[in-house]
Structure formats: C-alpha cells, structure tokens
C-alpha cells in the first residue's frame, strides 16, 4: 500500500470516530431533551389553567426552579387584584404538587356582600362548627362523606376570628382558614401527604 493511501485510509478512519462520537453525543442531548419535562411557559399556562385565568388577568411574581418533598418543580406565584396564587408544578410531566390562594384585600363588591348575607342567614342556624366544616367541604367539592379525618378548631388570625378546618381526602390533605362570623374562606392550600 502507498503513504497516499495509507494516510486517505487513516484520516477517513479519524473522520468516521469523529462522526460516530457526534452522533453518539447527539443521541445523549436527544435523550436529555426527551427527559428534561416542561418548560416554565408551559407550567405558567398550566397553573394559569387551574386557577381559571388569562396571562393578562395577572402580575406574575415569581416563576422559579425548587424542590417540593423531593420533586423538581417550577415555583409560580401571581397576583390579581383580588388573590395571590401559589403553584407547585412537577418539572417532569406537569402535575400539579401543591397550589393555595389567600383574599388580598377584605374589600369586596356589594353584588359578594350580599351574596355572603344570604349564606350567612341560613348557616346562622348551624353551629359556627358545622357551617365552617360545611364552607370548607362545598369550597373543595366533597362532601363529609368523602373525607376522613376533619379537624376544626377556633383561632385568630391577624386579629380576626377564624375556623382552622382541615380534612384529607385519599393522599390529600386539605387546610382551610374559615371567616368565622360570614364563614367566607379566606384562605386554603391542598398539599400530597405520603
């Protein structure tokens, strides 16, 4: 064989290692791409689904990477000029892990005020109790059937009367903060408890 062709034989043989290793390293970003789970737009929209709006309907204030009980998830909160909302999104699939709203501003329109009066006058005939544990479940869809483990107790939050009520419902658990005088939810969160 003549040095020609021994070195046309050895540079090919440098040029296909070379394709095979881009190749190979191709096929290792193909896969990581394949398991890198969606995008933080994608668990915006997600969230955004859930709670039932639009990106223009919010302020979002926070869209970040954490881990909620060992799950990778995308952290989002958004405000409205109502609520402040708070997701957990699994980063692999898109599910939600956790998600809770709180009432920004006790200020509401008088067409909910008088909506609450009405709820109001017909709980008023039940214990404070039972119409908080009732607010709680008809918030959540369930009923006292459904769920085991209900737990109300009185408390104070920021001066303010309230029923802490929480219940769980298969690897649920669901924790309420009930007005106690319009037994209007003020606050709630429904968490995966192992």
């Given at each position: 064989?003549?040095f020609?062709?021994?070195i046309?034989?050895?540079?090919a043989?440098?040029?296909?290692?070379?394709?095979?290793?881009?190749?190979?390293?191709?096929m290792?970003l193909?896969?990581q791409?394949?398991?890198a789970?969606i995008?933080?737009?994608?668990?915006?929209d997600?969230?955004?689904?859930?709670?039932?709006?639009?990106?223009?309907?919010?302020?979002?204030?926070?869209?970040?990477?954490?881990?909620?009980?060992g799950?990778?998830?995308?952290?989002i909160?958004?405000e409205?000029g109502?609520k402040?909302?708070?997701?957990?999104i699994a980063k692999?699939?898109?599910k939600?892990?956790?998600?809770?709203?709180e009432v920004k501003t006790?200020a509401?329109?008088?067409?909910?005020?008088?909506?609450?009066?009405k709820?109001?006058a017909?709980?008023?005939?039940?214990?404070?109790?039972?119409a908080?544990i009732?607010?709680?479940?008809?918030h959540?869809?369930?009923?006292e059937?459904?769920?085991?483990?209900?737990?109300?107790e009185?408390?104070?939050?920021?001066?303010?009367?309230?029923y802490d009520?929480e219940f769980?419902?298969?690897?649920?658990?669901?924790?309420y903060?009930?007005?106690?005088s319009?037994?209007r939810?003020?606050?709630?969160?429904?968490?995966?408890?192992d």
């Amino acid at each position: 064989m003549s040095f020609r062709k021994s070195i046309a034989l050895f540079a090919a043989a440098i040029i296909f290692a070379g394709t095979i290793a881009a190749g190979a390293d191709g096929m290792q970003l193909g896969a990581q791409a394949a398991t890198a789970g969606i995008s933080r737009e994608e668990a915006k929209d997600i969230a955004l689904d859930d709670a039932g709006l639009t990106e223009n309907e919010v302020t979002f204030t926070s869209v970040r990477s954490d881990h909620e009980d060992g799950v990778a998830v995308f952290e989002i909160k958004f405000e409205t000029g109502e609520k402040t909302y708070e997701y957990d999104i699994a980063k692999a699939g898109g599910k939600i892990v956790n998600f809770s709203w709180e009432v920004k501003t006790p200020a509401c329109v008088a067409a909910k005020q008088a909506a609450r009066s009405k709820q109001t006058a017909a709980k008023s005939a039940k214990t404070g109790r039972e119409a908080a544990i009732e607010a709680a479940l008809n918030h959540a869809g369930l009923t006292e059937g459904e769920v085991n483990r209900i737990r109300c107790e009185k408390d104070y939050d920021d001066g303010r009367e309230i029923y802490d009520v929480e219940f769980h419902k298969g690897n649920y658990e669901y924790n309420y903060d009930i007005d106690a005088s319009t037994f209007r939810v003020l606050d709630w969160d429904r968490d995966y408890d192992d």
